[in-house]
């Protein structure tokens, strides 16, 4: 039996700082970036295969997930996020893995609901999931106060969508969960849409005529190199580029401005008013210079990257019985230590390296 081992298990202790300062809610990194947006994963584990993400060859019945106790509890995550809301952050997305695996995230979305900013703003706490269980989910996430939802869904073909999920999972159950999110009032539902060229990019306009002129915005992005198991080529990325020439070729399209300083999607419109479509170039134009993301993984560890090598254990911190100021010590000195800019430095990094660092998977650092 052979057990290829994909979970990063280097990790670096979070160090306390000597003199903790009190959180402002105005840190910045190394490259004045603030601390605004973070990714919880819930779970490591999945019901779908994804090619692209948890390939089955390593993903498989061998594999070994996470023990439920090395999992973060809900109310440890709710503690930092606590202490990661004193410091800036304003938006939490939960992510896995599959986040709606994790038993009982209703809870956990409940605490996290009644969060607010230091200034009295609740905060934007939206979900990433796979669509799988949305249509059963829907209304308990809605009454537990989950106020968005981005769905990932890379066909519409059923057959496209069968072979990339690896699950033979139908497509028509994920398309009711989308309805279901929209009818039980989750509002600006977003589906992302990861075009791997060869394998989905096909799809790009019949995706993009279903949702014209629907309630759910189609956003497409770029395949990455993230973690180490999906055997990325860069000639299997289709670039935003190529999406939207692809779209305007048939519908003709406009660039429109971003909601907000950072917002990670190009937004282009249909010029007919048919709506929009967003494009997310995390190759061929990064957007490190605006990164204001931090992604917690399942186990307690903060990665000031999706594509860091090294996670710095909160855990530790919490279940040694640091007090609070201890952690959000540790979580400003960290923050205030990053100079991450993984995507601009792509090229120069893999030309230079001869063995690449391990990354971290997608699945367990969440999306
Ligand atoms: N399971 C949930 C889902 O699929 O929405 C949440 C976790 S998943 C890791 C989060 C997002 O990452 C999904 O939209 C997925 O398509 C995207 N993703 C995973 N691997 C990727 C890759 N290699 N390149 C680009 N996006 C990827
Ligand atoms: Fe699972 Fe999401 Fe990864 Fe697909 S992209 S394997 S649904 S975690
Ligand atoms: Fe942020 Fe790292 Fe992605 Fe750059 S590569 S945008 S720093 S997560």
């Not at 055997?231 to 519908?251: C, F, K, L, N, T």
């Not at 399209?253 to 048919?274: F, M, Q, S, V």
């Not at 967003?278 to 990665?303: D, M, P, W, Y």
């Not at 090229?347 to 690449?356: D, G, K, Y």
Request: charged share 25%; glycine share 6%.
């Amino acid at each position: 039996m052979k057990i290829i081992p994909v979970t990063d298990v280097r990790h670096k202790a979070a160090t306390i700082p000597a003199l903790a300062e009190a959180p402002t809610g105005l840190l910045t990194d190394q490259l004045t970036r603030p601390l605004r947006d973070l990714r919880i994963s819930v779970t490591d584990r999945c019901n779908f295969r994804c090619v692209y993400c948890m390939p089955k060859q390593v993903f498989d019945k061998n594999y070994v997930f996470l023990p439920q106790t090395d999992l973060l509890s809900f109310e440890e995550i709710l503690r930092l996020a606590t202490l990661f809301v004193a410091h800036g952050v304003e938006k939490i997305r939960l992510t896995g893995g599959e986040p709606l695996l994790r038993k009982h995230i209703e809870k956990l979305i409940a605490q996290l609901s009644r969060l607010t900013t230091p200034e009295g703003r609740p905060l934007d706490l939206t979900l990433t999931t796979n669509g799988a269980l949305l249509a059963k989910k829907a209304q308990s996430l809605k009454d537990a106060g989950l106020r968005r939802v981005t769905v990932s869904l890379d066909s519409l073909d059923d057959t496209t969508f069968r072979r990339m999920n690896d699950v033979d999972f139908p497509v028509t159950d994920v398309l009711h969960g989308i309805d279901a999110a929209h009818a039980v009032g989750l509002s600006s539902i977003k589906v992302n849409m990861v075009v791997k060229g060869g394998v989905n990019d096909q799809e790009i306009l019949p995706m993009a005529r279903h949702f014209k002129g629907s309630p759910f915005i189609l956003r497409f992005i770029e395949y990455m190199d993230v973690g180490a198991s999906n055997g990325w080529q860069m000639d299997e990325v289709i670039s935003s580029a190529q999406v939207i020439e692809r779209i305007h070729a048939h519908m003709p399209l406009a660039p429109i401005e971003a909601n907000y300083a950072g917002e990670t999607a190009a937004r282009w419109r249909y010029l007919d008013g048919g709506g929009e479509v967003g494009v997310i170039s995390s190759v061929t134009q990064s957007f490190c210079h605006e990164c204001t993301r931090a992604r917690l993984s399942t186990e307690g560890k903060l990665f000031t990257c999706l594509f860091a090598t090294q996670g710095h254990d909160l855990r530790a911190l919490l279940r040694a019985g640091h007090t609070d100021a201890d952690i959000s010590g540790a979580i400003s000195h960290l923050w205030r230590a990053r100079s991450d800019r993984y995507s601009e430095l792509r090229s120069q990094q893999t030309a230079n390296l001869e063995q690449p660092l391990r990354r971290v998977e997608m699945s367990y650092i969440g999306g």
